[in-house]
């Protein structure tokens, strides 16, 4: 070593494994992207729109999908730059905030916690009808019951909102076909 040096010289054999550190750490790996988490208090959300299909190149940032809860409609981005290999959700789906949404090629290695165990084989089922009672939207609740219905009760209405759920617009229309509001 040369005096006040701290580090031995950079030789060949050194340079070479520091080159190969450097590789691996900018090698292509997948990640599982999760539902987002929207508080305490949000339990799913209803998949409105997707903006993106397995092998679409994405930009940090990029909008993906359009989500809502029963509290606000919201663009969801992309956590990374890479390519989306698989979307394991489809427009109206409501899936459980925390469960997989998608999964993306990176390179980004501030995302290795999320790194996919295996690659996701995504299901494609028809969308059914709910068999049992409706579900209903917050706002859909809200309108209901300020017009002096009791929604467990109500027969005879639309459910066109996202999943089959009954929406606002739903609400409003049963009630201008009854001359209210």
Not at 16 to 39: E, T, W, Y
Not at 45 to 67: F, M, N, R, S
Not at 132 to 140: C, E, F, S
Request: proline share 8%; glycine share 10%; hydrophobic share 40%.
């Amino acid at each position: 070593m040369v005096a006040g040096q701290t580090h031995p010289p950079l030789t060949a054999a050194r340079r070479g494994a520091h080159s190969r550190q450097q590789k691996s750490l900018m090698d292509p790996f997948l990640i599982d992207v999760p539902m987002p988490s929207m508080g305490a208090t949000v339990n799913e959300l209803t998949v409105i729109a997707l903006k993106t299909k397995p092998g679409d190149p994405v930009t940090k940032g990029q909008k993906l999908a359009e989500l809502e809860s029963d509290k606000s409609i919201f663009e969801f981005e992309s956590p990374c730059s890479g390519t989306v290999r698989a979307v394991l959700v489809k427009d109206g789906d409501v899936k459980p905030a925390g469960s997989l949404f998608l999964q993306i090629e990176t390179t980004d290695a501030s995302l290795r916690h999320l790194e996919a165990k295996g690659v996701a084989v995504p299901t494609v089922t028809a969308a059914a009808k709910p068999a049992g009672p409706l579900v209903w939207t917050p706002r859909a609740t809200k309108l209901a019951q300020e017009a002096g219905f009791d929604p467990a009760t109500m027969t005879g209405i639309g459910a066109t909102g996202p999943g089959g759920r009954v929406s606002g617009d739903d609400v409003t229309q049963y009630l201008g076909k009854l001359g209210k509001k």
